[in-house]
């Protein structure tokens, strides 16, 4: 399978505890997404990778959170003192240069208690 | 007030329906418009992609892009069980480098299609 994988697709934790999430996005494609998804409501902007450099963050994106790409390669986006308030579906998703069109991959569902 | 409105629904219609689906913008920088499917607790996958007014048909399905009153629609001619999903429409101005891939996203209308 060619598309966007994440892991692991679920992972309960307890408030206060840290979570890491892994994306690998498709081969090709050198720009990688982080968005976040809640009950009910379409996805919000986290943070944009080109290749290796991270480009944009959103204010979303507190300092509990940090995300790298090593090697423009995967991706894994941290989350530190987990708060039940960061309970969500985080999806990441990856384009090439040349296209507007995000390609999302299955995400990973968090829940914090 | 939210950058993208999209009515949530739900949808409920029969097997062999036209659905209209909507959403308005009120940010006139949006220049490329989606829609996009999610299948309960799966990623959204691409579904339609347009860049700036006018109409796309693929199959059973057609986009349409009003920039002038800052409305998008997408219609399912002929619509089936397996048509039963989230759909969420998204769109991005044309900035170029570090916006290219900021969606804004709608919150998404779910649509049950019955036999």
């Known amino acids: 399978d060619t598309g966007v994988s994440q892991n692991p697709r679920h992972k309960i934790t307890k408030r206060g505890q840290n979570v890491t999430f892994r994306c690998d996005p498709i081969s090709e494609h050198n720009r990688l997404y982080w968005y976040r998804q809640t009950l009910g409501q379409g996805p919000e902007f986290l943070t944009y990778?080109?290749?290796?450099?991270?480009?944009?963050k959103s204010r979303l994106l507190s300092d509990r959170f940090s995300a790298e790409r090593p090697k423009g390669s995967f991706s894994t986006l941290e989350i530190q003192r987990t708060e039940q308030g960061d309970s969500a579906m985080y999806l990441c998703?990856?384009?090439?240069?040349?296209?507007?069109?995000?390609?999302f991959g299955p995400g990973t569902r968090l829940l914090v208690l | 007030q939210k950058e993208v409105e999209q009515d949530p629904g739900p949808l409920s219609v029969p097997e062999g329906a036209i659905v209209s689906l909507n959403c308005t913008y009120s940010n006139s920088a949006f220049q490329y418009f989606m829609w996009y499917r999610q299948y309960s607790r799966k990623g959204p996958e691409l579904l339609m992609y347009?860049?700036?007014?006018g109409n796309k048909e693929d199959g059973r399905f057609t986009a349409q892009v009003d920039k002038s009153s800052k409305y998008i629609s997408l219609f399912i001619r002929d619509s089936q069980p397996s048509d039963s999903a989230t759909y969420l429409c998204a769109m991005r101005v044309n900035a170029g480098g570090t916006s290219y891939g900021k969606l804004t996203f709608g919150q998404g209308t779910i649509l049950t299609v019955h036999p």
């Open positions: 347009t860049y700036s007014s």
């Open positions: 998703a990856s384009s090439t240069y040349d296209e507007g069109a995000l390609c």
């Open positions: 990778f080109q290749n290796e450099a991270q480009l944009e």
